[in-house]
């Protein structure tokens, strides 16, 4: 068995101001993943959904700034710790990650012996 | 010991690389769960195969001795080093048997085909993969093919194994539900190692013989462990009938022959028979795959006795199937070729025009060329001029730029002749 990070990239414009059916939509669909992992033979390791990036300070050496790390559209907004088999159970397990705004990154754990 | 011994001896280890490489590296991995200690053993096996053959004389089967002494090469290698292990995890291999299996060697081929053709590597990794591990190439001849420099696909292959690894990627075949996906992958590479030689994208020669013969024998191996998998078939009916023409391609000087102007008694006609019968195999029973319809295709240009008889009505009712299953832009365009022998050229050029928007052929040089053919075919020569010159500019394989250059030249000698009673 391997850890995997599973890394949420959505885009935040469609969590801005959503429509409590929106919300509750991505509640469930995350709920339901969370069931959906241990049918799949994996376990679900840990996981949290972030604060957007507006609440995000970066600091490079020391300078400490308001922001997130990188600008881009598409942005880390949560993320879950797997664990699978072989890359393939997790990228089973990965397609079904809600993600409706964007997609996901499968990241294997690095193991320090 | 004799010169010839060492000759005959020199020639089995030749051949053994050749047929047994990839079914050796493939039992091996499975014992050393690591690419490269694999690859070393397999190597280490095959040197000392020369010296031990010249004692006891080449074994009844080369395969098995060489999966032995490879496997046993990592086994030990485990053994010895277990503190000093690769800082890389080991591949993960559903069930292990880590023991050397002399007796009935199973064909581990396919989960080496699948593990350097899985999704999660990028398509030229893929490439570069198949051909070290599956088809024994040196990272100077992969290097060569593909026409980067050695570091560059040195680090492309040292990159894609890491990952291999490192991500988890597994050493097997693929499920029942995946197998159609992970399939097409496969193929595509397989197909793609291929056009890589059948028209080599750049050089001074039209076809890399070394290349095609490395596909036949992809599709082969494909064929011969999955011989239900009619795509499989598709796939193999299709390179046959294509490299079936391989001779009459270019002429004695080197110049290329479209295939109106192919002698077709020389073509392969056993080649073409073993093609037919794989095309009817892959056409047999549900609705055919992008591969098996591509043979048939293929088959019926062949199957045609002269040029001027192609059945082109059922050529394009076989493209507007292939576009329903497959909607690529390059189907489409030779689509519109078909078209324009059917119903005209003028019938084609919006066809082809409507594809120029396609980002996907911005660089294909078979449009502005296809394009060019038809406009000429048309009389407007200056327009023609000017779509010759841009797949001119687009190609990068010097007997086909060649054959454009002379279209261009015959082109304009018409349109000035034609230009001429009213200039």
Redesign the interface.
């Known amino acids: 068995m391997a850890q995997y990070l599973i890394l949420i990239y959505e885009d935040e414009s469609g969590y801005e101001n959503p429509d409590p059916a929106v919300w509750q939509q991505a509640m469930d669909a995350h709920n339901r993943f969370a069931e959906q992992v241990g049918e799949l033979g994996g376990q679900l390791l840990g996981g949290n959904a972030l604060q957007p990036t507006a609440t995000a300070t970066s600091i490079r050496g020391d300078v400490v700034t308001d922001g997130p790390f990188v600008e881009t559209k598409e942005v880390l907004g949560g993320y879950y710790l797997i664990e699978a088999k072989d890359l393939d159970q997790a990228l089973a397990i990965s397609k079904l990650c809600p993600a409706p705004f964007g997609g996901v990154e499968v990241r294997p754990v690095m193991v320090l012996s | 010991m004799n010169a010839d011994d060492t000759a005959a001896v020199r020639l089995a280890v030749a051949d053994a690389h050749r047929r047994e490489w990839a079914r050796v590296l493939a039992a091996t991995v499975r014992v050393a769960r690591d690419l490269d200690l694999a690859e070393e053993c397999v190597q280490d096996a095959y040197v000392s195969a020369m010296d031990a053959w010249l004692g006891q004389g080449v074994p009844a089967n080369p395969g098995a001795w060489l999966t032995t002494a490879a496997q046993r090469r990592a086994l030990n290698a485990h053994k010895r080093a277990a503190t000093l292990r690769s800082k890389l995890?080991l591949l993960?291999v559903p069930e292990t048997t880590p023991e050397i299996e002399a007796e009935d060697i199973p064909d581990d081929r396919l989960r080496l085909v699948f593990t350097c053709c899985?999704p999660?590597l990028a398509r030229e990794a893929q490439l570069a993969l198949t051909l070290r591990l599956v088809c024994g190439l040196t990272t100077a001849e992969i290097a060569h093919a593909f026409l980067v420099s050695e570091p560059t696909m040195a680090a492309r292959v040292t990159r894609a194994k890491k990952k291999i690894a490192?991500?988890?990627?597994?050493y097997r075949v693929?499920s029942t539900e995946?197998l159609p996906e992970r399939l097409d992958a496969v193929l595509t590479v397989v197909h793609l190692v291929f056009t890589t030689g059948h028209a080599a994208p750049t050089g001074a020669a039209l076809v890399r013989a070394d290349l095609v013969d490395h596909a036949l024998d992809l599709a082969r191996i494909l064929c011969a462990l999955m011989p239900d998998e009619r795509e499989a078939l598709g796939l193999l009916a299709q390179l046959l009938l294509h490299d079936a023409r391989r001779a009459t391609r270019v002429d004695p000087s080197g110049r290329m022959l479209l295939l109106e102007e192919q002698d077709r008694s020389r073509w392969d006609t056993v080649q073409i028979a073993d093609g037919l019968r794989l095309v009817r195999a892959a056409l047999r029973g549900g609705r055919p795959g992008r591969f098996a319809l591509q043979s048939a295709i293929a088959a019926l240009y062949t199957e045609t006795p002269t040029y001027a008889d192609t059945d082109w009505r059922q050529l394009r009712d076989l493209y507007d199937l292939l576009l329903s299953v497959w909607p690529s832009p390059v189907v489409a365009l030779n689509r519109a070729v078909v078209v324009s022998m059917l119903d005209g050229p003028a019938a084609a050029l919006p066809l082809v025009e409507a594809l120029a928007a396609d980002p996907r052929l911005a660089a294909y040089h078979y449009l502005p060329a296809t394009r060019a053919d038809l406009l000429r075919r048309l009389g407007r020569t200056q327009e023609a001029d000017v779509a010759y010159r841009a797949a001119i500019a687009l190609c990068d394989n010097a007997v086909e730029r060649e054959f454009l250059r002379s279209r261009l030249h015959s082109a304009r000698a018409n349109g000035a002749a034609y230009a001429g009673p009213t200039a």
């Open positions: 995890p993960v899985h999660a490192a991500a988890g990627i597994p693929p995946e």
